[in-house]
């Protein structure tokens, strides 16, 4: 899919990597993408995903992409990058520029659009739970052992 999109001779999938590299290849970004999703209450997002810390400490611009709360303010506030709102379809629809402070005026509030995380998004995590359980128990299942 990646293979065919415009984006493709933009993008490198690199599979996993030790922390070290992961860390190395963090501080040799141009730009870090931070996305975080609406609550699918509206209410603002009283998280910072722990990746945030991460960007931090690489000292590169950050793009994040979220609905109001704490990860947005902790951006704003460390000055540390650029802070969007986003609606259901993932278009930007107001932003800050990096080192304003300024709080940031955007259209916001539940909506009735059915998107695909509020149709399936629990489904998947839940299919990766299951899946992940059955693996564990056949993996530590005792096994009997002929005589």
Known sequence: MLEDSPISDHVKILGYRSHDQ??????????????????LDGDPALIVPGKAYEYLGARRPILAMGPPGDMRNFIRDTNTGLTASID?????????????????????APTKVTTFYSRLGDW????????STGALIVR????????
Do not use: N
């Open 22 to 39: 992961s860390v190395a290849w963090l501080k040799s970004a141009d730009l870090l993408f931070l996305p975080l999703h609406t609550p």
């Open 88 to 108: 259901p379809y993932g278009r930007v629809v107001a932003r800050l520029e990096r080192k304003t402070r300024a709080p940031l005026t955007a259209p916001y």
């Open 124 to 131: 998947f995590a839940f299919l990766c739970a299951i899946i």
């Open 140 to 147: 530590f299942t005792p096994r009997k052992t002929e005589p």
